[in-house]
């Protein structure tokens, strides 16, 4: 080989063994980094943790247990005639029983209440067709 061959590999020799420190250099470095964001990420929810967990402790606190659900309660309610003032219209289907301008609505057939102790235009849930 001829003498500027052996500069040029020398060169490239040199050049590579540089890259080569280089690149370990780097990989030292990254590794250091992620080192040490893994640990100061572990501090921080390490820390988060413990505060979640507080939050939660307090929040429990503030709570009672919910209570079983009663389901003997009806599911929809209807308003109930006073069997001391209608006594006709209890159980009928047809009674109204709201209180529209300060006036109680009976029913649609006899909005002031039937005057008597029986209806003829009571309906019960049988009654239906």
């Not at 500069?7 to 370990?24: C, Q, S």
């Not at 990989?27 to 040490?36: D, M």
């Not at 003032?85 to 301008?101: D, E, F, K, Q, R």
Request: glycine share 8%; charged share 20%; proline share 6%.
């Amino acid at each position: 080989m001829e003498e500027w061959q052996n500069e040029i590999a020398a060169v490239l020799k040199d050049v590579t063994e540089l890259f080569d420190g280089f690149g370990r250099e780097l990989t030292e470095l990254v590794e250091e980094v992620a080192t040490g964001a893994t640990e100061i990420f572990n501090l921080q929810w390490d820390e988060l943790t413990e505060v979640l967990a507080e939050i939660w402790q307090e929040l429990e606190s503030d709570f009672e247990a919910p209570t079983p659900f009663n389901w003997d309660i009806p599911l929809s309610t209807y308003p109930t005639p006073d069997p001391a003032i209608n006594p006709a219209c209890v159980g009928c289907l047809n009674y109204n029983g709201s209180v529209y301008g300060g006036n109680l609505l009976v029913c649609g057939m006899h909005p002031y209440g039937c005057n008597s102790d029986t209806c003829t235009d009571w309906e019960g849930e049988n009654d239906l067709n």
